[in-house]
């Protein structure tokens, strides 16, 4: 599986967009992007996947680059409760059993 | 709403101990995992299974077992617990079809072994 990059801290003001980037420059062909989140003490969340298209649901929106090499997870309008850390991984897709490794992930913190 | 539960939020047990972790999903998910998390060493998968009776080890197999009886229950057993084993461990599910891999998490036991 791919490995991505995240920047290790953003602030961000309630209310407003939270934009968290991700590189994964390596990703091949078969593999998706999935964003999950970890609020403290808490078990992981999924968020959102994607392959090559964006994608929405009602957490997220997820922008992957046309090249697929990185992509950007939005939060439209961040409340203090999506404080967390949030990771960006990249799996291949299929029915293998997917096992999930976070790497360190992006603090985002919202403030009033 | 999909729904991954654990029996306990916070264990304390001592050395020795057997210790038990229930994980309960009621999404009919063919696969489940046991991970535990520490500071610094993230996400660490000790087992999984992929349908009833069926269990792979992980990474970190030593030390522990697990059962799966019921496709909606997965259980880690800690047959003499140590306190190396102090951690936060984390249960979770996943559909076996599709293309998709997303799992969904419980919330966690936090376990202190004394």
């Known amino acids: 599986d791919a490995k991505t990059t995240q920047p290790p801290s953003m602030d961000c003001a309630e209310g407003r967009a939270a934009n968290l980037p991700c590189n994964h420059s390596?990703?091949?062909?078969?593999?998706?992007v999935y964003w999950y989140r970890q609020i403290h003490s808490q078990g992981p969340q999924y968020i959102i996947h994607?392959?090559?298209n964006n994608e929405t649901n009602e957490m997220a929106s997820l922008i992957i680059t046309e090249d697929r090499k990185s992509s950007t997870l939005i939060l439209p309008h961040a409340t203090l409760r999506d404080t967390a850390v949030y990771y960006c991984?990249?799996?291949?897709?299929?029915?293998?059993?997917?096992?999930?490794?976070f790497g360190q992930g992006t603090i985002l913190t919202v403030h009033p | 709403d999909v729904k991954v539960t654990q029996s306990s939020r916070y264990l304390v047990k001592r050395t020795g101990e057997k210790v038990f972790l229930e994980c309960v999903q009621d999404m009919d998910h063919e696969n489940m995992f046991w991970y535990r998390q520490d500071p610094g060493l993230g996400l660490r998968l000790i087992y999984f299974?992929?349908?009833?009776?069926?269990?792979e080890k992980g990474d970190i197999p030593e030390g522990y077992s697990v059962s799966r009886e019921k496709k909606e229950r997965f259980s880690l057993i800690l047959e003499s617990a140590s306190t190396n084993q102090t951690s936060m461990y984390l249960c979770?599910?996943?559909?076996?079809?599709?293309?998709?891999?997303?799992?969904?998490f419980g919330p966690g036991t936090r376990l202190t072994v004394t």
């Open positions: 979770a599910s996943r559909a076996q079809a599709g293309g998709s891999r997303e799992q969904y």
């Open positions: 991984i990249v799996l291949a897709g299929g029915t293998s059993y997917g096992k999930l490794t």
């Open positions: 994607g392959l090559k």
């Open positions: 299974s992929y349908d009833v009776k069926m269990k």
């Open positions: 390596t990703i091949s062909g078969n593999e998706y």
